[in-house]
């Protein structure tokens, strides 16, 4: 951890406090529901792309519907993507998994969870040396040296006592709010540091950033700390790199790593934090999303696409999370007929969505409008 006293760390720990405070109050709790299945799968997008995987987001989508590519490399990335989103899904709904999120309990079972959903073809992976083919057990702590680059981690060996060590100090629930955040970030360089298992401590460190975040009260389903990474990805792989240096003599630090390096990794990872909140926060601000969905309806109207009046149903859907079916014909002005054509013509092209023929109606978010209603949510090539 870095010491007591990195005052600009605080600094930013405290902005990241309220300015995510500020986020989860924008939308109707029914509405964010929904964004939080978009949010979870522009997070799998971004963490896959800084692992040199660049999944589009339609196969992303269709992999959700279990409409897998005939492509075998293809096919993996989609069967690798939907466990990537499962794995978050129950982290995000608090499910019944090992807490805290830092202790090599929930690690683990990060790693099982995930790798348990993959195809075999994802289950091995190549000694460079020998050029062996070694088995990727789901939840097993590695069995061999590995080297990343230039680091080389710790034996697998002596995986077991780090592990006790980062849990020790990057579990506690003494630290302040201000300290745990930094420690989330601490914490995300270590564990790669550590490099636990063969394959896959990407992908669990930063599932493992995200549950940190939640159980901080500053994460949640409705930003995406991977998408700041990849954005920034020259810079995070760079400063991850900095940070496993020794340290450099007696005035940095007392521990084996460089602490001002560390401490240079924190910041990076905080402001990448407050950057997708406030991203998000603007994306998420009501009157400016309701003006992006209004001129999208209006086009497709205009080109006869969706039927008129769309644009008020979508509108309530918006502001008041669920819309009853019974209501339509009066908010639009027109018959019972006239509105069941409006609303299959909008449930038809999953711009709203419900659990049955009969049920309430809610606001979608198809990938076909993602790039008019949220702009420069997933790079100009995805």
């Given at each position: 951890m870095p010491a007591e006293g990195a005052e600009a760390l605080e600094n930013l720990a405290f902005d990241l406090?309220?300015?995510?405070?500020?986020?989860?109050?924008?939308?109707?709790?029914?509405?964010?529901?929904?964004?939080?299945?978009?949010?979870?799968?522009?997070?799998?997008?971004?963490?896959?792309?800084?692992e040199g995987h660049n999944t589009h987001p339609r196969d992303i989508d269709r992999a959700l519907a279990e409409d897998y590519s005939a492509d075998p490399h293809k096919r993996?990335?989609?069967?690798?993507?939907?466990?990537?989103?499962?794995?978050?899904?129950?982290?995000?709904?608090?499910?019944?998994?090992?807490?805290p999120p830092a202790s090599r309990a929930f690690i683990e079972w990060a790693h099982r969870?995930?790798?348990?959903?993959?195809?075999?073809?994802?289950?091995?992976?190549?000694?460079?040396?020998?050029?062996?083919?070694?088995?990727?057990?789901p939840g097993e702590l590695r069995k061999c040296a590995v080297a990343v680059g230039r680091h080389v981690p710790p034996p697998a060996d002596d995986l077991?006592?780090?592990?006790?060590?980062?849990?020790?100090?990057?579990?506690?629930?003494?630290?302040?709010?201000?300290?745990q955040a930094i420690a989330a970030a601490a914490a995300h360089h270590r564990l790669l540091w550590i490099h636990p298992f063969l394959d896959g401590n990407g992908r669990v460190?930063?599932?493992?950033?995200?549950?940190?975040?939640?159980?901080?009260?500053?994460?949640?389903?409705?930003?995406?700390?991977?998408?700041?990474?990849?954005?920034?990805?020259?810079?995070?792989k760079r400063l991850l790199m900095a940070a496993d240096e020794a340290r450099k003599g007696d005035l940095d630090g007392r521990g084996a790593l460089s602490q001002s390096a560390l401490i240079d990794f924190c910041a990076f990872f905080l402001e990448c934090c407050l950057d997708q909140v406030?991203?998000?926060?603007?994306?998420?601000e009501p009157s400016e999303l309701q003006r992006r969905i209004e001129l999208y309806v209006r086009d497709e109207e205009d080109a006869e696409r969706l039927p008129k009046?769309?644009?008020?149903?979508?509108?309530?859907?918006?502001?008041?999370?669920?819309?009853?079916?019974?209501?339509?014909?009066?908010?639009?002005?027109?018959?019972?007929?006239?509105?069941?054509?409006?609303?299959?013509?909008?449930v038809?092209?999953?711009?709203?969505?419900?659990?049955?023929?009969?049920?309430?109606?809610?606001?979608g978010f198809p990938i076909d409008v993602i790039e008019r209603w949220f702009p420069r949510l997933y790079p100009v090539s995805a």
């Open positions: 406090a309220r300015e995510a405070s500020e986020l989860s109050g924008q939308l109707h709790p029914v509405v964010r529901l929904s964004v939080a299945e978009l949010v979870r799968s522009m997070n799998c997008h971004y963490s896959n792309l800084i993996d990335l989609q069967f690798e993507a939907r466990a990537h989103i499962e794995v978050q899904r129950m982290i995000d709904a608090r499910t019944d998994f090992p807490k969870e995930f790798c348990s959903r993959l195809p075999e073809s994802l289950l091995t992976i190549e000694n460079p040396d020998t050029h062996e083919r070694l088995a990727i057990v077991p006592a780090f592990m006790a060590r980062f849990e020790q100090a990057y579990a506690s629930e003494r630290l302040t709010k201000p300290r460190t930063r599932l493992m950033s995200h549950a940190m975040l939640l159980d901080l009260g500053v994460g949640s389903a409705l930003w995406s700390i991977s998408r700041g990474l990849a954005r920034r990805s020259a810079d995070y406030r991203y998000m926060r603007e994306l998420l009046r769309s644009f008020a149903l979508l509108r309530e859907a918006l502001l008041s999370g669920e819309l009853e079916r019974g209501r339509v014909p009066r908010l639009i002005d027109v018959s019972e007929r006239t509105a069941r054509r409006v609303i299959s013509a909008l038809d092209k999953k711009l709203l969505v419900s659990e049955s023929h009969k049920a309430p109606l809610r606001l």
